[in-house]
């Protein structure tokens, strides 16, 4: 994909610049419990404050059916107004002549978030006119929602029509650098680490990584999969039936490039899919029935370990338990501390995978946390994301 252009390549000053954030944030009630996305931005608002832009932050929140107060993003306007120790202003509408007054309004440096854009079923639906009315409140439009960069929607890719100038956000370029240089020129070895419950999440990341990694380490759910595939006793272990013979494709392939593919040696396994249920590790492999496995147990963890303490990029996508179980959530956690104490260059991408470095405390010793999960997984894959194909190119 050819370079865009950044923020460092553009004049904002006294122009209106429409920013497209990802502050799709956890809350409960009028609370936000979680504001690391909001965090992430901050360096992109504050370098448009610097330049002396009006600024207009749009974002998503949640799923909501039309119009719902409780999806409101008046919340997130009064904890940014805090973070950056400045007014935020809010309007109640996305488009129209009461957003358009605001927005005639605004002075250099201020900063104006909208109303939640999925309260209008035109912003998934990437309807044009949606898109050209969004468009027309702004000069300049920057995309630092890289969470959001792989769909097209209206304030994503068809924002994108109507403004000449479209640059990526520092976030946004932050993501890109990283993960570009993991998939196409890492520092070697170059190990990737997937886990999730399911083989059909990963199939193009496996693929894809398959001529790229010197070793893959595979944990989760999809190992038994996997297990499965090479004819092993993996109990009432969650298993994808229709994709045994791709496991059994993708261990056959691995084979022929002479690469190391490494699977659990052992699991901790459990009685039933509970927290606080009967417990026990065994030899990867040889699950009785009545059991299943729910994490990556001891010996895995060792092995994990010395692969990874070799490594100089280390990707790591999904969770290699039920991470959810405090009891099941140690493999991932130690697994967490050893890519932290390792000298390789770390991405890690993924909800969970975010909250397991976060929970070990090691969240300042990983090189890049991804803001997006199943943007970086497509990246991985080597697809397109709509959001950043659709920005200006560099000349």
């Known amino acids: 994909m050819a370079a865009k252009i950044g923020l460092n390549d553009i004049d904002v000053k006294g122009k209106r610049v429409l920013v497209r954030v990802d502050f799709n944030v956890p809350m409960e009630g009028k609370q936000i419990t979680d504001d690391t996305r909001i965090q992430a931005a901050l360096p992109t608002i504050h370098a448009l404050i610097r330049k002396s832009a009006k600024i207009i932050l749009v974002t998503h929140l949640g799923r909501p059916k039309g119009f719902d107060p409780e999806q409101s993003?008046?919340?997130?306007?009064?904890?940014?107004?805090?973070?950056?120790?400045?007014?935020?202003?809010?309007?109640?509408?996305?488009?129209?002549?009461?957003?358009?007054?605001?927005?005639?309004?605004?002075?250099?440096?201020?900063?104006?978030?909208?109303?939640?854009?999925r309260?209008?079923?035109?912003?998934?639906?990437?309807?044009?006119?949606?898109?050209?009315?969004?468009?027309?409140?702004?000069?300049?439009?920057?995309?630092?929602?890289?969470?959001?960069?792989?769909?097209?929607h209206a304030s994503t890719e068809g924002i994108t029509h109507h403004i000449k100038t479209c640059a990526a956000g520092l976030l946004m370029?932050?993501?890109?650098?990283?993960?570009?240089?993991?998939?196409?020129?890492?520092?070697?070895?170059?190990?990737?680490?997937?886990?999730g419950a399911k083989v059909s999440d990963k199939i193009g990341v496996i693929e894809n990584l398959l001529d790229k990694v010197d070793a893959l380490?595979?944990?989760?759910?999809?190992?038994?999969?996997?297990?499965?595939?090479?004819?092993?006793?993996?109990g009432n272990s969650i298993v994808e039936l229709d994709k045994v013979s791709l496991a059994n494709d993708i261990l056959k392939k691995a084979q022929a490039r002479n690469l190391a593919i490494h699977l659990p040696s052992d699991d901790v396994i459990g009685k039933e899919?509970?927290?606080d249920t009967e417990s026990k590790v065994v030899a990867s492999g040889e699950i009785p029935e009545?059991?299943?496995?729910?994490?990556?147990?001891?010996?895995?963890?060792?092995?994990?370990?010395?692969?990874?303490?070799?490594?100089?990029?280390?990707?790591?996508?999904?969770?290699?338990?039920?991470?959810?179980?405090?009891?099941?959530?140690?493999?991932?956690?130690?697994?967490?501390?050893?890519?932290?104490?390792?000298?390789?260059?770390?991405?890690?991408?993924?909800?969970?995978?975010?909250a397991a470095v976060q929970k070990a405390g090691v969240a300042d010793r990983i090189t890049h946390i991804s803001t997006g999960g199943g943007a970086s997984l497509e990246f991985l894959e080597g697809r397109t994301l709509p959001g950043l194909a659709a920005l200006t190119d560099k000349i």
């Open 119 to 152: 309260f209008y079923d035109e912003e998934t639906k990437n309807d044009a006119a949606f898109a050209e009315k969004l468009a027309s409140l702004a000069d300049v439009y920057v995309n630092d929602a890289f969470g959001a960069a792989h769909r097209a």
């Open 273 to 275: 899919f509970k927290p």
């Open 73 to 117: 993003t008046e919340p997130i306007a009064v904890a940014l107004s805090k973070l950056l120790g400045q007014r935020v202003k809010h309007t109640v509408d996305v488009i129209g002549p009461e957003v358009e007054a605001v927005v005639s309004e605004l002075q250099e440096g201020d900063v104006l978030l909208l109303e939640n854009v």
């Open 290 to 354: 009545g059991w299943q496995g729910l994490d990556i147990g001891p010996e895995t963890v060792k092995a994990f370990s010395e692969v990874i303490s070799t490594a100089k990029t280390v990707v790591w996508n999904g969770p290699l338990g039920v991470y959810e179980f405090e009891k099941f959530a140690q493999g991932t956690i130690n697994i967490a501390k050893k890519i932290a104490e390792s000298e390789a260059i770390s991405i890690i991408g993924g909800g969970d995978c975010v």
């Open 217 to 234: 380490l595979i944990g989760g759910g999809m190992t038994y999969t996997f297990l499965k595939a090479m004819g092993k006793q993996i």
């Open 173 to 195: 370029e932050r993501e890109i650098t990283y993960l570009s240089k993991a998939v196409h020129n890492p520092a070697r070895p170059f190990i990737a680490i997937l886990g």
